[in-house]
């Protein structure tokens, strides 16, 4: 797969840790996080990723900040994007399973690397299950879309 991932700060490590990983299982990974411990503004990231995501340049993304929270806040402001923060496995897959999540997010501060590894793997390894997901997944996106949602009225 080609994958982007994205990082401030306070996960440059773990983003090493993680990319490496990545590589090693035959994934191209895309760094748009920074690589020094300089202070960096997580925005930047998660919408560099979330940007190349939803173009369709990579197949889905991960981001690491310090709680995951920031970075994917940032990320879902980007039309199309599903980013989910994760800091156990379960949750990472049915993201993925229920939800069609494109981009997974944790934070350094929360989780060590080898959870992070695990979560990582169940994301990657989750199918998108459509069905009876499909038409909530299509309402979040009509929320986007129009900024309402007929169900709702
Ligand atoms: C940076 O101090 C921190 O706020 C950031 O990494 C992240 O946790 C924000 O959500």
């Known amino acids: 797969m080609k994958l982007?991932?994205?990082?401030?700060?306070?996960?440059?490590?773990?983003?090493?840790?993680?990319?490496?990983?990545?590589?090693s299982k035959g994934h191209e990974v895309i760094n748009v996080g920074t690589?020094?411990?300089?202070r960096f503004h997580y925005p930047v990231a998660g919408?560099?990723?979330?940007?190349?995501?939803?173009?369709?340049?990579?197949?889905?993304?991960?981001?690491?900040?310090?709680?995951?929270?920031?970075i994917s806040l940032a990320a879902n402001k980007v039309?199309?994007?599903?980013?989910?923060?994760?800091?156990?496995?379960?949750?990472?897959?049915?993201?993925?399973?229920?939800?069609?999540?494109?981009i997974i997010a944790f934070g350094a501060r929360?989780?060590?690397?080898?959870?992070?590894k695990m979560i990582v793997d169940e994301w990657?390894?989750?199918e998108y299950e459509g069905g009876r997901h499909a038409e909530r997944v299509a309402m979040i996106s009509e929320i986007e879309e129009t900024g309402s949602l007929k169900a709702a009225e």
């Not at 690589?35 to 300089?38: G, I, Q, S």
């Not at 039309?79 to 494109?102: D, I, Q």
């Open 79 to 102: 039309k199309g994007v599903r980013a989910c923060v994760c800091s156990e496995p379960y949750t990472a897959k049915l993201s993925k399973m229920h939800n069609n999540s494109n």
């Open 35 to 38: 690589d020094t411990t300089d």
């Open 124 to 126: 990657l390894n989750a």
């Open 110 to 116: 929360v989780i060590g690397v080898e959870l992070a």
């Open 47 to 70: 919408y560099k990723a979330a940007k190349l995501v939803a173009s369709g340049e990579v197949d889905g993304g991960v981001l690491i900040c310090g709680t995951g929270v920031g």
């Open 4 to 23: 982007v991932i994205g990082n401030d700060h306070t996960a440059v490590e773990m983003k090493n840790e993680i990319k490496a990983y990545l590589e």
